[in-house]
């Protein structure tokens, strides 16, 4: 497989990608937001910190388009703009991975938490 096809593969996941944590992102704002005064302050935190890493993925799956984009446009072969576009994509794969499993992580404790809760009021 040439590097063409693989660079335009990379924009086009990329953005697709981008696309998916900008909709994440919107699910974690949603609910922040919603919460009521009396969830406790580490929840809070916990979406913020989440909120943190979608934005900054999202930033780099921007950053990814450009720079495949930047290849297609002027440099088919240039190694540098060729391998920075993977290492790009991996990261925001990686950001993706990592706040989805912070989130389900804190959702599974939270039900944890939630069960205990009931059990130790009956």
Known sequence: MNHQDVV???????A?????????????LTASGTLDEDVPVAVHRTLQRVSLVLL??????????????????????DEPLYDTA??????????LAGATGWTVRGLLWAGRRHGEMANSRS
Request: glycine content about 12%; cysteine-free; hydrophobic content about 70%.
């Open 86 to 95: 993977l290492s790009l994509f991996a990261l925001q794969i990686m950001g």
């Open 56 to 77: 900054i993925a999202f930033a780099i799956g921007l950053l990814s388009v450009a720079i495949s984009t930047a290849w297609l446009v002027t440099a088919p072969g």
């Open 8 to 14: 335009t593969a990379l924009l086009g996941a990329s």
């Open 16 to 28: 697709t990608l981008a696309g998916l944590l900008l909709v994440f992102l919107g699910f974690i």
